[in-house]
């Protein structure tokens, strides 16, 4: 054996084979502990057990309320989040008697390529990725609103975050890129709320319709526990899962036509369930401008007796449009998808309020 076969052997047999491009580990302090140091206020969890009451009455069909889930596209700054939640909670408690008002509170942003993922996961918008100080920030500001009155909704997108905050969520939405993904299918049957799948992002419907299956059903899958603790997590299935409307490659989605058909398809594979439209995203073509357009007509289609139809999704922020997520930053305008502003959400809730008749 010549020497350079000598060195290739000894090269092989000392160099790593796991872990091999992990440049650190940093252990995360476990979901009880976060909890005990941040507890939810009696208002927090009031609000919490409230709203999803109220959406699982309006699943079933006992609560016959317009939904409107309506905010920023993602949350990059919490006093401004505080701002909308503190216009959006009186809203809620005016037309409780022909609305349920939830806020969009969204941490977690999916990335087609690379880019920033979210107040979670970078708090600062620097590239540290402080996840620890993430947790704490979101938390704080789900008690903070759920503490108005007003109950908090969001996408779930990595499974460990639900043991952290899921028991200050009130509605839970799994995005068009992993409605397909086994690890959130399974998350949502175990999660305490109701779940909506979205359609896919080419428009089809029936990834969204096997992920209802799917989360219906019991499952078990690894996870962590309150203590942080790897465990086989055992679920019993979420019986308040349905589907997302959000329109796709080929456009929009929420037309009579559409409904009808999503109702036929859903009745046959998971039996009566309400659906939910996202007037952004596809069913806008992606300008936010054209999101009044889709909710004035899916309101119409509910006015006039559509009962599968639930409620809708808004990307709504203070201020209209979107700007650059690094530099001199506007108040109160979005830094991932362009929002219509507060301005023209609020005089849209109280346009959809005056359609709407009192609750039975």
């Known amino acids: 054996m010549n020497d350079d076969n ?13 872990n091999v491009h992990i440049l650190a580990f940093e252990p995360l302090e476990a979901p009880a502990y976060t909890k005990q140091k941040l507890p939810a206020t009696p208002e927090a969890r009031l609000a919490v057990r409230t709203g999803r009451t109220d959406l699982r009455n309006v699943l079933v069909g006992t609560d016959d309320r317009f939904v409107i889930v309506t905010g920023p596209c993602s949350i990059h700054n919490v006093d401004e989040a505080i701002d909308y939640a ?67 909704a969001t996408e779930f997108l990595d ?59 019991p499952q078990a899958f690894l996870g962590i526990d309150e203590r942080g603790q790897t465990s086989v997590v055992r679920t019993g ?25 999503t109702q036929t398809l859903l009745k046959c594979a998971a039996g009566e369930r309400r659906i939910m439209v996202d007037c952004s995203h596809g069913n806008s073509n992606k300008d936010f401008r054209l999101q009044p357009t889709a909710l004035r007509e899916v309101v119409a289609q509910f006015v006039a007796g559509q009962r599968a139809i639930m409620g809708v999704m808004l990307e ?13 930053r506007q108040y109160g305008v979005s830094v991932t998808d362009a929002c219509i502003g507060w301005e023209e959400t609020e005089a849209l809730i109280h346009e959809v309020a005056e359609q709407l008749p009192p609750r039975r």
């Not at 299935?237 to 058909?261: C, E, K, M, W």
């Open 86 to 152: 503190e216009r959006l909670a009186p809203l809620r408690d005016k037309y409780d008697d022909r609305m349920i008002i939830a806020m969009r509170v969204y941490f977690e942003k999916p990335r087609t390529t690379i880019g920033w993922k979210g107040l979670i996961n970078d708090p600062f918008i620097d590239g540290s990725n402080n996840v620890h100080h993430g947790i704490t920030v979101g938390r704080e500001l789900l008690i903070r609103i759920n503490s108005m009155g007003l109950p908090c």
């Open 237 to 261: 299935g979420n019986t308040d899962v349905h589907i997302v409307l959000r329109g796709g490659s080929n456009g929009p989605n929420y037309s009579p036509a559409d409904i009808a058909q």
């Open 6 to 18: 000598i060195y290739r052997q000894a090269t092989d047999q000392d160099s790593p084979i796991e």
């Open 159 to 217: 499974p460990i975050i639900p043991q952290y905050i899921a028991d200050q969520i009130a509605w839970a939405a799994i995005g068009a890129r992993t409605t397909e993904s086994q690890t959130h299918r399974e998350m949502a049957s175990g999660l305490s709320m109701p779940v909506g799948f979205k359609n896919a992002t080419d428009g089809g419907l029936q990834v969204a319709i096997n992920a209802i299956q799917a989360g219906r059903a």
């Open 316 to 328: 709504s922020n203070l201020a209209a449009g979107q700007q650059a997520l690094h530099g001199d």
